[in-house]
């Protein structure tokens, strides 16, 4: 294996885990936003829009009550 072989894999190497990470903070971004719409849609201040969860609110309610 010469040198250039190895500078191929280790850019390779590098750029993959690039990649990777970058699906990684999609996904978390993804489930932040899930969050902050259920957070949304739950809260009293939503208005009609709890009414599309009508459990949410009450669970919201209960969980931070018993945090």
């Known amino acids: 294996m010469d040198l250039s072989t190895i500078q191929?894999?280790?850019?390779?190497?590098?750029?993959t885990w690039t990649n990777w990470g970058k699906i990684f903070?999609?996904?978390?971004?993804?489930?932040?936003n899930v969050i902050k719409a259920t957070n949304f849609l739950s809260s009293e201040n939503a208005g009609t829009a709890a009414g599309?969860?009508?459990?949410?609110?009450?669970?919201?309610a209960?969980?931070?009550?018993?945090n």
């Open 25 to 32: 903070n999609t996904i978390t971004d993804v489930w932040m």
């Open 8 to 15: 191929m894999h280790l850019d390779n190497f590098a750029t």
């Open 62 to 66: 209960v969980n931070k009550a018993t």
């Open 52 to 60: 599309w969860f009508p459990n949410t609110a009450n669970d919201v």
